[in-house]
């Protein structure tokens, strides 16, 4: 059973090497989105407002 010790080892490995990556991946994304990104409410939130200013003025037009 000398070999099905090693590949539980191995495979333990990979999982703690995969979850220590993702932790990583994680945080930069935290990192990325404070620094840069809206998160989806805002962005919602600007489209209704631009969509809303839209046709305030769309409604103020002059027609010729």
Do not use: F, I, Y
């Not at 099905?4 to 999982?15: D, F, T």
């Not at 989806?40 to 809303?52: S, V």
């Amino acid at each position: 059973w000398a070999g099905g010790a090693s590949m539980w080892a191995q495979g333990h490995l990979n999982r703690v090497r995969k979850a220590t990556t993702r932790a990583e991946k994680s945080t930069q994304a935290v990192e990325n989105s404070m620094q840069w990104g809206r998160s989806k409410g805002q962005k919602r939130l600007q489209e209704t407002k631009n969509a809303a200013q839209v046709q305030h003025l769309d409604q103020h037009k002059r027609e010729p």
